[in-house]
C-alpha cells in the first residue's frame, strides 16, 4: 500500500516518516512519538514548556556524554531519524553557564548526527579554559566536534572532516544551530543569534564541515542532546 503524498492530518505532531516537522513543544503536549533516545532514556529529564518558558523544550544535563566509555550510561539525549538524503536541521539552543563557577568547565549542549558513540559529528555550546585570562577564568565557544574512525584531538582534528572552534561573546544569548546535507557527501554546520523571523544566508556562520562516509551505515539521525 502506497502512503499518501501529504499527511492526512496537517496539524499532527507526529507526521509521517519523509515529511517536514517544525516542533514548538507547545503547552499541554507531549514529546511527539517519532523522537527516539539512546539506550534507556531517563525522561524525568525533559520537560516540555515549563513554566516561564512555554513552547520550548527543557533538558537537564547527564555527567555522561554521547560518545562515554562504552557503559550502561547515557546522556540526555532525544533524536529524530534522518530519512532525506538532503535536508537542513534546525533548533533554538538556550544555554547559558555560569563562566564565574569553574565547575562548568567542560559543560556542553547542542545538536549531534549520530550513528553511534564512536561515530557522531557534534555541534555544541560549551566552557573552556580562557588561554588568554591570567585568572583562570572560562570563556563560551562553539564548536565542531567530528568522532570517528579517522579523527584525533577529541574530534577536533580529521583528515576527511573540517572540524572547527569559534569563540562566543560571554554573554551570548539563545542561538540557532544548523546541520545541513547539502549533498550526499557533505553536512555543513553553522550558527547564528536566534531572533524572530527567517534568517538570511548571510546571518549564519560556518563552523565546520563533515564527511558522509564517516558517518554512514546503519542507523543516522540529527539530534539535541545536554
Known sequence: KRFPTSPPNLDTIDPLVGHPQHITFAPNTTLPRQLIYYRYPDFSRFTVSPEGHENTLRIM????????????GTSTFVARRQD????????T?????????????????????F?????????????????????????????????????SADGLEDPLSRPGVLP?????GPLRLKIQAVNAST?????????????ADSDWTVVGYGA??????????????L
Open 61 to 72: 544535563g547527564s555527567a555522561e556524554n554521547i560518545t562515554g566509555n562504552g557503559g550502561i
Open 84 to 91: 532525506a538524503l538532503e535536508f537542513t536541521a534546525e533548533v
Open 93 to 113: 539552543l538556550d544555554f547559558e553557564p555560569d563562566l564565574a563557577d569553574p565547575g562548568v568547565e567542560g559543560e556542553e549542549a547542542g545538536m549531534t548526527l
Open 115 to 151: 550513528i553511534q558513540r564512536t561515530q557522531h559529528f557534534d555541534l555544541g555550546v560549551t566552557t573552556l579554559s580562557n588561554s588568554n585570562s591570567s585568572d583562570g577564568s572560562l570563556q563560551k565557544v562553539i564548536l565542531l566536534r567530528t568522532i570517528d574512525a579517522n579523527s
Open 168 to 172: 562566543l561573546p560571554d554573554d551570548t
Open 187 to 199: 553536512y555543513l554546520f553553522a550558527y547564528a543569534v536566534a531572533g524572530e523571523g527567517n534568517l
Open 212 to 225: 558522509a562516509s564517516e558517518v554512514s551505515g546503519g542507523f543516522t539521525g540529527v539530534s539535541s542532546f
